[in-house]
């Protein structure tokens, strides 16, 4: 099956930025919308971004609208995330999804996550 891998989280200061990668062990991800989700301490998990198997159609959560940038290389087999103007709001495990539709309503895979740690 498919296994995703995040990388790319680390501590950062707001108003700064990271990227955050998720690479996919098979090839059948190129025809998977792929997303991002977050869960900070204490919180539910949450819904991030969407992209559609070919990049066509993208979706943001209103949180991160605007500062968020979601993009993927099915050459690579990688989703990204371009996170501009972070704020400590932004603290949170990042983990990547699949799923067969740009909903992402029931995701089928899910990576380990990546910590996102903004200080003010």
């Known amino acids: 099956q498919v296994q995703l891998v995040e990388s790319g989280g680390g501590l950062v200061q707001a108003g700064g930025s990271l990227r955050l990668s998720c690479a996919a062990s098979?090839?059948?991800?190129?025809?998977?919308?792929m997303g991002w989700f977050r869960q900070a301490p204490g919180k539910e998990r949450e819904f991030v971004a969407a992209?559609?198997?070919?990049?066509?159609?993208?979706v943001y959560a209103d949180s991160v609208k605007g500062r968020f940038t979601i993009s993927r290389d099915n050459a690579k087999n990688t989703v990204y995330l371009q996170m501009n103007s972070l704020s400590p709001d932004d603290t949170a495990v990042y983990y990547c999804?699949?799923?067969?539709?740009?909903?992402?309503?029931?995701?089928?895979?899910w990576g380990q996550g990546t910590q996102v740690t903004v200080s003010s």
């Open positions: 999804a699949a799923d067969r539709s740009l909903n992402m309503a029931t995701a089928t895979y």
């Open positions: 098979e090839r059948m991800v190129r025809v998977l919308a």
């Open positions: 992209i559609s198997w070919n990049g066509g159609s993208t």
